[in-house]
Nanobody, 113 residues
Framework: VTFEESGGGVVQAGGSLRLSCSAS????????MGWYRQVPGKERELIVR???????DYADFVKGRFTASRDNARVKVYLQMNNLKSDDTGVYYC????????WGQGTQVTVSS
């Protein structure tokens, strides 16, 4: 069972990126999914939770800028990130909520000011 994240890159402040994540159908179909991030010097943290029905719950610091979605048929979750800030720089991961004790490689997001 793995998680595969993609879509990261280098973007200027104010720009946008769209992240994608594939997970095993066993995990995906039975759980809420989440996007997490680890920024330099901090612990990995949950930034958005998305239920199997597509209901979302965002951390305050991404509300209004990030939008999570999931495609149950494709077994994917997405994270549209707009108005990116330098503080958003970090490695982004997907996992179920609560998280499994194993993680994918993540995808690096670098926001230059």
């Amino acid at each position: 069972v793995t998680f595969e994240e993609s879509g990261g890159g280098v973007v200027q402040a104010g720009g946008s990126l769209r992240l994608s994540c594939s997970a095993s159908i066993l995990i995906f179909s039975r759980n809420d999914m989440g996007w997490y991030r680890q920024v330099p010097g901090k612990e990995r943290e949950l930034i958005v939770r998305i239920t199997s029905f597509g209901e979302t719950d965002y951390a305050d610091f991404v509300k209004g800028r990030f939008t999570a979605s999931r495609d149950n048929a494709r077994v994917k979750v997405y994270l549209q990130m707009n108005n990116l800030k330098s503080d958003d720089t970090g490695v982004y991961y997907c996992n179920r909520v609560p998280a499994e004790n194993y993680w994918g490689q993540g995808t690096q997001v670098t926001v230059s000011s």
